[in-house]
Protein backbone atom coordinates (compact mmCIF):
# COMPACT_ATOMS: atom_id res chain seq x y z
CA UNK A 1 0.00 0.00 0.00
CA UNK A 2 2.80 2.23 0.99
CA UNK A 3 4.36 1.23 -2.48
CA UNK A 4 1.33 2.00 -4.09
CA UNK A 5 0.64 5.86 -2.36
CA UNK A 6 4.79 6.63 -2.59
CA UNK A 7 4.00 5.73 -6.55
CA UNK A 8 1.10 7.79 -6.63
CA UNK A 9 3.10 10.69 -5.13
CA UNK A 10 6.06 10.18 -7.75
CA UNK A 11 3.15 10.10 -10.75
CA UNK A 12 2.07 13.24 -9.32
CA UNK A 13 4.93 15.32 -9.01
CA UNK A 14 6.32 14.62 -12.64
CA UNK A 15 2.61 15.10 -14.09
CA UNK A 16 2.96 19.32 -12.02
CA UNK A 17 6.57 19.48 -13.45
CA UNK A 18 5.37 18.11 -17.04
CA UNK A 19 1.92 20.67 -16.99
CA UNK A 20 4.27 23.91 -15.60
CA UNK A 21 6.81 22.51 -18.59
CA UNK A 22 3.93 22.81 -21.28
CA UNK A 23 2.35 26.01 -19.73
CA UNK A 24 6.18 28.28 -19.95
CA UNK A 25 6.53 26.18 -23.38
CA UNK A 26 3.25 27.99 -24.27
CA UNK A 27 4.15 30.95 -22.24
CA UNK A 28 7.47 31.62 -23.93
CA UNK A 29 6.02 30.37 -27.71
CA UNK A 30 3.04 32.45 -27.73
CA UNK A 31 6.16 35.73 -26.84
CA UNK A 32 8.22 35.00 -29.67
CA UNK A 33 5.26 34.66 -31.78
CA UNK A 34 4.34 38.38 -30.77
CA UNK A 35 7.69 39.63 -30.95
CA UNK A 36 8.01 38.42 -34.62
CA UNK A 37 4.57 39.73 -35.60
CA UNK A 38 5.37 43.28 -34.19
CA UNK A 39 9.05 43.44 -35.70
CA UNK A 40 8.40 41.75 -39.00
CA UNK A 41 4.66 42.77 -39.51
CA UNK A 42 3.83 39.09 -40.22
CA UNK A 43 2.71 35.60 -38.75
CA UNK A 44 5.90 33.47 -38.32
CA UNK A 45 4.12 30.08 -39.37
CA UNK A 46 3.04 31.84 -42.50
CA UNK A 47 6.81 33.10 -42.85
CA UNK A 48 8.73 32.64 -46.19
CA UNK A 49 11.32 30.47 -44.91
CA UNK A 50 13.99 31.06 -47.50
CA UNK A 51 13.91 35.02 -46.14
CA UNK A 52 14.35 35.28 -42.68
CA UNK A 53 14.76 39.15 -41.73
CA UNK A 54 18.61 38.51 -39.99
CA UNK A 55 19.60 36.49 -42.82
CA UNK A 56 18.07 39.44 -44.90
CA UNK A 57 19.54 42.05 -42.73
CA UNK A 58 23.15 40.75 -43.13
CA UNK A 59 22.98 40.31 -47.00
CA UNK A 60 21.63 43.90 -47.62
CA UNK A 61 24.33 45.49 -45.18
CA UNK A 62 26.89 43.80 -47.01
CA UNK A 63 28.21 41.10 -45.38
CA UNK A 64 29.41 38.39 -46.90
CA UNK A 65 29.15 34.56 -45.55
CA UNK A 66 30.97 32.28 -48.30
CA UNK A 67 34.24 31.95 -48.56
CA UNK A 68 34.90 34.35 -51.03
CA UNK A 69 34.74 38.33 -51.31
CA UNK A 70 31.71 39.06 -53.11
CA UNK A 71 33.05 42.63 -53.17
CA UNK A 72 34.66 43.80 -56.12
CA UNK A 73 37.20 46.97 -57.16
CA UNK A 74 35.34 49.55 -59.57
CA UNK A 75 37.78 52.17 -61.13
CA UNK A 76 34.82 54.73 -60.88
CA UNK A 77 32.78 53.87 -57.85
CA UNK A 78 35.50 52.43 -55.73
CA UNK A 79 33.83 49.18 -55.21
CA UNK A 80 30.57 47.22 -56.93
CA UNK A 81 29.35 43.87 -55.48
CA UNK A 82 29.96 40.68 -57.40
CA UNK A 83 27.83 39.76 -60.45
CA UNK A 84 25.06 37.36 -59.71
CA UNK A 85 24.86 37.54 -56.05
CA UNK A 86 22.47 37.62 -53.62
CA UNK A 87 20.02 35.83 -56.13
CA UNK A 88 16.36 36.00 -55.35
CA UNK A 89 14.65 34.68 -58.08
CA UNK A 90 11.05 35.23 -57.41
CA UNK A 91 11.82 38.54 -58.00
CA UNK A 92 14.21 37.96 -60.49
CA UNK A 93 16.64 40.26 -58.16
CA UNK A 94 20.60 39.31 -58.39
CA UNK A 95 23.35 41.80 -58.69
CA UNK A 96 23.53 43.18 -62.31
CA UNK A 97 26.77 43.57 -64.60
CA UNK A 98 27.06 47.18 -62.95
CA UNK A 99 27.10 45.75 -59.67
CA UNK A 100 23.94 47.04 -58.45
CA UNK A 101 21.14 44.66 -56.71
CA UNK A 102 18.30 44.85 -59.45
CA UNK A 103 16.21 42.78 -62.28
CA UNK A 104 17.47 44.81 -64.69
CA UNK A 105 20.66 45.62 -66.55
CA UNK A 106 22.25 49.21 -67.25
CA UNK A 107 21.73 51.40 -69.03
CA UNK A 108 18.12 50.93 -68.68
CA UNK A 109 15.96 52.01 -72.12
CA UNK A 110 12.71 52.69 -72.03
CA UNK A 111 10.01 50.37 -73.75
CA UNK A 112 7.07 52.90 -73.59
CA UNK A 113 6.66 56.43 -73.27
CA UNK A 114 4.33 55.67 -70.42
CA UNK A 115 7.49 54.45 -68.55
CA UNK A 116 8.83 56.99 -65.41
CA UNK A 117 12.45 56.10 -64.35
CA UNK A 118 13.72 56.94 -60.93
CA UNK A 119 17.18 56.58 -60.14
CA UNK A 120 17.95 55.47 -56.40
CA UNK A 121 21.41 57.05 -55.14
CA UNK A 122 22.91 56.56 -51.62
CA UNK A 123 23.64 53.61 -49.44
CA UNK A 124 22.26 50.36 -47.67
CA UNK A 125 19.61 52.54 -46.20
CA UNK A 126 18.93 53.69 -50.53
CA UNK A 127 19.27 49.71 -51.68
CA UNK A 128 16.95 48.35 -49.19
CA UNK A 129 14.39 51.06 -50.58
CA UNK A 130 14.95 50.28 -53.97
CA UNK A 131 15.14 46.75 -53.04
CA UNK A 132 11.30 46.94 -51.17
CA UNK A 133 9.95 48.28 -54.58
CA UNK A 134 11.08 45.15 -56.58
CA UNK A 135 9.65 43.08 -53.70
CA UNK A 136 6.51 44.63 -53.03
CA UNK A 137 6.55 48.00 -55.39
CA UNK A 138 6.80 49.94 -51.71
CA UNK A 139 7.86 53.73 -53.18
CA UNK A 140 6.15 53.79 -56.49
CA UNK A 141 2.43 52.53 -54.94
CA UNK A 142 2.75 55.55 -52.72
CA UNK A 143 3.61 57.80 -55.37
CA UNK A 144 0.12 55.93 -57.86
CA UNK A 145 -1.97 57.41 -54.58
CA UNK A 146 -1.30 60.94 -55.84
CA UNK A 147 -3.13 61.66 -59.51
CA UNK A 148 0.34 63.40 -60.61
CA UNK A 149 1.43 59.31 -60.87
CA UNK A 150 -1.44 57.65 -60.92
CA UNK A 151 -1.35 56.74 -64.56
CA UNK A 152 2.60 56.12 -64.63
CA UNK A 153 4.30 53.05 -65.06
CA UNK A 154 6.94 53.82 -62.41
CA UNK A 155 10.30 52.34 -62.75
CA UNK A 156 12.52 52.28 -59.88
CA UNK A 157 16.54 51.79 -61.06
CA UNK A 158 19.11 50.99 -58.14
CA UNK A 159 22.35 52.75 -57.85
CA UNK A 160 22.91 52.10 -54.58
CA UNK A 161 25.19 49.74 -52.29
CA UNK A 162 26.09 49.33 -48.71
CA UNK A 163 28.59 52.18 -47.46
CA UNK A 164 28.27 54.12 -50.26
CA UNK A 165 29.19 57.83 -49.15
CA UNK A 166 29.57 60.90 -51.57
CA UNK A 167 31.21 61.54 -53.70
CA UNK A 168 30.29 57.90 -55.40
CA UNK A 169 26.69 59.03 -55.94
CA UNK A 170 28.09 61.97 -57.86
CA UNK A 171 30.48 60.34 -59.60
CA UNK A 172 28.13 56.88 -60.33
CA UNK A 173 25.51 59.47 -61.50
CA UNK A 174 28.03 61.57 -63.70
CA UNK A 175 29.12 58.18 -65.26
CA UNK A 176 25.60 56.74 -65.94
CA UNK A 177 24.69 60.08 -67.71
CA UNK A 178 27.46 59.63 -69.64
CA UNK A 179 26.43 56.09 -70.96
CA UNK A 180 23.47 57.26 -71.74
CA UNK A 181 21.14 56.33 -69.01
CA UNK A 182 17.30 57.96 -68.93
CA UNK A 183 16.38 59.57 -65.85
CA UNK A 184 13.07 61.17 -65.28
CA UNK A 185 13.82 61.50 -61.50
CA UNK A 186 16.58 61.05 -59.13
CA UNK A 187 16.20 60.19 -55.23
CA UNK A 188 19.56 60.76 -53.38
CA UNK A 189 19.00 59.49 -49.44
CA UNK A 190 22.07 60.10 -47.64
CA UNK A 191 23.85 61.23 -44.59
CA UNK A 192 24.69 58.65 -41.93
CA UNK A 193 27.32 57.09 -44.29
CA UNK A 194 28.59 60.81 -44.75
CA UNK A 195 29.56 60.97 -40.97
CA UNK A 196 29.91 57.96 -39.53
CA UNK A 197 31.81 56.05 -42.57
CA UNK A 198 33.99 59.03 -43.37
CA UNK A 199 34.56 59.10 -39.04
CA UNK A 200 36.46 55.67 -39.88
CA UNK A 201 38.19 56.94 -42.60
CA UNK A 202 39.69 59.65 -40.83
CA UNK A 203 40.83 57.30 -38.08
CA UNK A 204 42.59 55.34 -39.91
CA UNK A 205 44.02 57.99 -42.23
CA UNK A 206 42.27 56.86 -45.64
CA UNK A 207 41.65 60.27 -47.40
CA UNK A 208 37.80 61.11 -46.11
CA UNK A 209 36.74 61.38 -49.89
CA UNK A 210 38.14 58.15 -50.66
CA UNK A 211 35.25 54.82 -50.40
CA UNK A 212 34.08 53.41 -46.63
CA UNK A 213 37.33 52.40 -45.26
CA UNK A 214 35.40 49.16 -43.87
CA UNK A 215 34.45 48.17 -47.46
CA UNK A 216 37.99 49.38 -49.69
CA UNK A 217 40.50 48.28 -47.20
CA UNK A 218 40.64 45.08 -47.05
CA UNK A 219 40.34 44.65 -51.31
CA UNK A 220 42.76 47.28 -51.51
CA UNK A 221 45.01 45.04 -49.12
CA UNK A 222 44.22 42.03 -51.08
CA UNK A 223 44.98 43.17 -53.99
CA UNK A 224 48.36 45.16 -52.90
CA UNK A 225 49.40 41.66 -51.41
CA UNK A 226 51.24 43.44 -48.47
CA UNK A 227 49.16 41.51 -45.49
CA UNK A 228 51.09 41.00 -42.61
CA UNK A 229 50.68 37.42 -40.71
CA UNK A 230 49.23 38.60 -37.88
CA UNK A 231 46.37 40.25 -40.56
CA UNK A 232 46.38 37.02 -42.13
CA UNK A 233 45.45 35.54 -38.77
CA UNK A 234 42.71 37.45 -38.32
CA UNK A 235 41.35 37.11 -41.77
CA UNK A 236 41.67 32.83 -40.32
CA UNK A 237 39.50 34.00 -37.40
CA UNK A 238 36.75 35.72 -39.32
CA UNK A 239 36.45 33.13 -41.62
CA UNK A 240 35.75 30.80 -38.71
CA UNK A 241 33.46 33.36 -37.48
CA UNK A 242 31.40 32.77 -40.72
CA UNK A 243 31.45 29.28 -40.65
CA UNK A 244 29.50 29.59 -37.43
CA UNK A 245 27.46 31.96 -38.48
CA UNK A 246 26.40 29.66 -41.33
CA UNK A 247 26.22 26.77 -39.89
CA UNK A 248 23.74 28.57 -36.98
CA UNK A 249 21.72 30.22 -39.97
CA UNK A 250 21.09 26.68 -41.47
CA UNK A 251 19.57 25.61 -38.12
CA UNK A 252 17.79 28.82 -38.18
CA UNK A 253 16.07 28.24 -41.07
CA UNK A 254 15.12 25.11 -40.22
CA UNK A 255 13.23 26.19 -37.28
CA UNK A 256 9.30 25.01 -36.69
CA UNK A 257 8.23 27.05 -33.97
CA UNK A 258 9.08 30.76 -33.25
CA UNK A 259 10.49 30.12 -29.81
CA UNK A 260 13.13 28.32 -31.45
CA UNK A 261 13.73 31.17 -34.18
CA UNK A 262 13.95 33.72 -31.17
CA UNK A 263 16.43 32.09 -29.66
CA UNK A 264 18.41 30.90 -32.48
CA UNK A 265 17.91 35.05 -34.21
CA UNK A 266 19.61 35.89 -30.55
CA UNK A 267 22.61 33.34 -31.23
CA UNK A 268 23.37 34.94 -35.11
CA UNK A 269 22.85 38.17 -33.86
CA UNK A 270 25.25 37.96 -31.27
CA UNK A 271 28.02 35.61 -33.72
CA UNK A 272 27.53 38.29 -36.20
CA UNK A 273 28.57 40.89 -33.90
CA UNK A 274 31.70 38.67 -32.49
CA UNK A 275 31.84 39.02 -36.26
CA UNK A 276 32.42 42.35 -36.69
CA UNK A 277 33.91 42.98 -33.76
CA UNK A 278 36.94 40.99 -35.96
CA UNK A 279 36.75 42.66 -39.01
CA UNK A 280 37.61 46.11 -36.76
CA UNK A 281 40.42 44.03 -35.78
CA UNK A 282 41.40 42.98 -39.00
CA UNK A 283 41.35 46.50 -39.92
CA UNK A 284 43.67 47.61 -37.02
CA UNK A 285 46.35 45.01 -37.58
CA UNK A 286 46.51 45.84 -41.30
CA UNK A 287 46.85 49.35 -39.89
CA UNK A 288 49.91 48.21 -37.23
CA UNK A 289 51.61 46.24 -40.17
CA UNK A 290 52.68 48.95 -42.33
CA UNK A 291 55.73 49.82 -41.38
CA UNK A 292 56.12 52.46 -44.50
CA UNK A 293 53.13 54.42 -44.85
CA UNK A 294 54.46 55.35 -48.22
CA UNK A 295 54.09 51.83 -49.23
CA UNK A 296 52.25 51.04 -52.21
CA UNK A 297 50.89 48.23 -54.41
CA UNK A 298 48.97 48.22 -57.89
CA UNK A 299 45.93 49.76 -55.88
CA UNK A 300 46.50 53.70 -54.59
CA UNK A 301 44.53 55.23 -52.40
CA UNK A 302 45.60 58.23 -50.86
CA UNK A 303 45.90 58.14 -47.56
CA UNK A 304 46.31 61.77 -44.88
CA UNK A 305 49.49 62.14 -43.17
CA UNK A 306 47.81 62.39 -39.59
CA UNK A 307 44.45 62.06 -38.28
CA UNK A 308 42.13 65.25 -38.86
CA UNK A 309 41.05 66.71 -35.45
CA UNK A 310 37.36 66.39 -34.72
CA UNK A 311 36.66 70.19 -35.87
CA UNK A 312 38.83 70.10 -39.36
CA UNK A 313 37.50 66.07 -40.07
CA UNK A 314 33.70 66.51 -39.67
CA UNK A 315 34.01 70.20 -41.02
CA UNK A 316 35.57 68.55 -44.70
CA UNK A 317 32.92 66.13 -44.09
CA UNK A 318 30.13 67.91 -44.38
CA UNK A 319 31.86 70.19 -46.83
CA UNK A 320 31.93 67.25 -49.53
CA UNK A 321 28.54 66.01 -48.94
CA UNK A 322 27.10 69.64 -49.17
CA UNK A 323 29.34 70.28 -52.84
CA UNK A 324 28.46 66.71 -53.62
CA UNK A 325 24.54 67.67 -53.04
CA UNK A 326 24.93 70.97 -55.22
CA UNK A 327 26.53 69.20 -57.97
CA UNK A 328 24.40 66.37 -58.48
CA UNK A 329 21.65 69.49 -58.49
CA UNK A 330 23.27 71.24 -61.13
CA UNK A 331 23.91 68.54 -63.37
CA UNK A 332 20.41 67.20 -63.18
CA UNK A 333 18.43 70.70 -63.19
CA UNK A 334 20.24 71.25 -66.38
CA UNK A 335 18.70 68.36 -68.07
CA UNK A 336 15.63 69.56 -66.39
CA UNK A 337 15.98 66.27 -64.45
CA UNK A 338 13.80 66.77 -60.66
CA UNK A 339 16.71 66.08 -57.78
CA UNK A 340 15.50 65.41 -54.42
CA UNK A 341 18.00 64.67 -51.68
CA UNK A 342 16.85 62.94 -48.23
CA UNK A 343 18.49 62.79 -44.66
CA UNK A 344 18.01 59.60 -43.09
CA UNK A 345 16.72 59.33 -39.52
CA UNK A 346 19.48 57.62 -37.28
CA UNK A 347 18.74 55.97 -34.02
CA UNK A 348 22.29 57.55 -32.56
CA UNK A 349 21.15 61.18 -33.46
CA UNK A 350 18.80 62.16 -30.32
CA UNK A 351 15.38 63.07 -31.66
CA UNK A 352 12.39 63.34 -29.11
CA UNK A 353 11.69 59.52 -30.01
CA UNK A 354 10.85 57.31 -27.08
CA UNK A 355 12.79 54.06 -27.86
CA UNK A 356 10.89 50.79 -26.94
CA UNK A 357 12.87 49.15 -24.48
CA UNK A 358 12.73 45.70 -26.44
CA UNK A 359 14.00 47.88 -29.47
CA UNK A 360 16.39 50.04 -27.73
CA UNK A 361 18.16 46.59 -25.84
CA UNK A 362 19.48 46.30 -29.34
CA UNK A 363 19.38 48.69 -31.48
CA UNK A 364 21.55 51.22 -29.54
CA UNK A 365 24.86 49.55 -28.53
CA UNK A 366 26.81 51.63 -26.82
CA UNK A 367 30.10 50.24 -28.55
CA UNK A 368 29.45 50.97 -31.82
CA UNK A 369 31.64 52.39 -34.09
CA UNK A 370 29.21 54.96 -35.54
CA UNK A 371 28.12 56.60 -32.67
CA UNK A 372 30.42 59.11 -32.91
CA UNK A 373 30.42 60.13 -36.43
CA UNK A 374 26.11 60.50 -36.30
CA UNK A 375 26.46 62.58 -32.61
CA UNK A 376 29.03 64.51 -34.20
CA UNK A 377 28.26 64.79 -37.72
CA UNK A 378 24.48 65.41 -37.68
CA UNK A 379 24.22 68.49 -36.24
CA UNK A 380 26.60 69.69 -38.44
CA UNK A 381 24.55 68.37 -42.05
CA UNK A 382 21.64 69.64 -40.90
CA UNK A 383 22.97 73.01 -40.26
CA UNK A 384 23.73 73.42 -44.06
CA UNK A 385 19.53 71.85 -45.01
CA UNK A 386 18.82 75.86 -45.50
CA UNK A 387 21.37 76.66 -47.20
CA UNK A 388 20.97 73.54 -49.72
CA UNK A 389 17.28 75.07 -50.23
CA UNK A 390 18.54 78.33 -51.16
CA UNK A 391 20.53 76.90 -53.69
CA UNK A 392 17.44 75.12 -55.15
CA UNK A 393 17.86 71.59 -53.63
CA UNK A 394 14.86 70.04 -53.03
CA UNK A 395 16.12 68.88 -49.80
CA UNK A 396 14.67 67.15 -46.64
CA UNK A 397 15.87 65.96 -43.31
CA UNK A 398 13.60 62.62 -42.23
CA UNK A 399 15.87 62.89 -38.99
CA UNK A 400 12.17 62.94 -36.84
CA UNK A 401 10.19 61.24 -39.07
CA UNK A 402 10.24 58.27 -36.41
CA UNK A 403 9.55 60.42 -33.61
CA UNK A 404 5.43 59.58 -33.02
CA UNK A 405 5.55 55.84 -33.66
CA UNK A 406 5.55 53.79 -30.50
CA UNK A 407 6.25 50.63 -32.72
CA UNK A 408 9.63 48.60 -33.47
CA UNK A 409 11.48 50.31 -36.23
CA UNK A 410 15.10 49.76 -36.60
CA UNK A 411 16.19 45.82 -37.22
CA UNK A 412 19.64 46.27 -36.56
CA UNK A 413 22.65 48.52 -33.94
CA UNK A 414 23.32 50.55 -37.22
CA UNK A 415 20.76 52.39 -39.31
CA UNK A 416 18.23 49.83 -40.99
CA UNK A 417 14.69 49.91 -40.62
CA UNK A 418 12.26 47.18 -40.46
CA UNK A 419 8.98 46.67 -42.50
CA UNK A 420 7.41 49.41 -40.14
CA UNK A 421 10.27 51.69 -40.31
CA UNK A 422 10.56 51.26 -44.10
CA UNK A 423 7.20 52.10 -44.63
CA UNK A 424 6.86 55.30 -42.98
CA UNK A 425 10.13 56.34 -44.60
CA UNK A 426 8.57 55.57 -48.50
CA UNK A 427 5.33 57.96 -46.83
CA UNK A 428 7.92 60.69 -45.98
CA UNK A 429 9.91 60.36 -49.18
CA UNK A 430 6.52 59.99 -51.46
CA UNK A 431 4.74 63.10 -49.34
CA UNK A 432 7.92 65.06 -49.73
CA UNK A 433 8.11 64.42 -53.85
CA UNK A 434 4.44 65.47 -54.20
CA UNK A 435 4.95 68.59 -52.15
CA UNK A 436 7.10 70.14 -54.70
CA UNK A 437 5.44 68.93 -58.01
CA UNK A 438 2.61 70.67 -56.90
CA UNK A 439 4.28 73.61 -56.38
CA UNK A 440 6.21 73.72 -59.29
CA UNK A 441 2.87 73.01 -60.85
CA UNK A 442 1.35 75.89 -59.15
CA UNK A 443 4.21 78.26 -60.38
CA UNK A 444 4.59 77.03 -63.47
CA UNK A 445 8.04 75.32 -62.97
CA UNK A 446 8.84 72.08 -65.15
CA UNK A 447 9.83 69.24 -62.85
CA UNK A 448 9.02 66.26 -64.99
CA UNK A 449 10.58 66.68 -68.11
CA UNK A 450 13.33 65.27 -69.25
CA UNK A 451 14.98 66.29 -72.64
CA UNK A 452 14.07 64.74 -75.61
CA UNK A 453 16.01 62.27 -77.74
Not at 216 to 245: C, G, H, R, Y
Request: with cysteine.
Amino acid sequence: MKDSTAINKGKNFFSVIAINFTIIFICLESLSLAFYFLTQNQLFYTRNKTKEPVVEDIQRIGIRLDDSTIERLHPFFGYVIKQGAFSNKKYNLKVNKSGFYTPLQYPFAKTSKNQFIIGIFGGSVANNLAVDEYESTMLSRKLKTYPEFANKEIIVLNFANGGYKQPQQLLILNYFLAVGQEFDMVVNIDGFNEVALSNLNNKSQLDLGMPSVQHVQALTDLANDNLSPEAMAAIVKINENKKELRTTIAQLQNCRLALCNAVISIQVRLLLKDYQQEILKYDKQVKESKSDPKNSGTVYIPKSDTVLDDTDAFSKMVSMWYDSSIMMNQILSSRRIPYFHFIQPNQYYQTKRIFPQKEKAFAISKDSPYMEGVTKGYPLLLSKVDDLQKAGVNVFSGVNILDNTKEIVYKDACCHYNLVGQELFANYISSSIIKVVRNAAATSTPVKESPKK
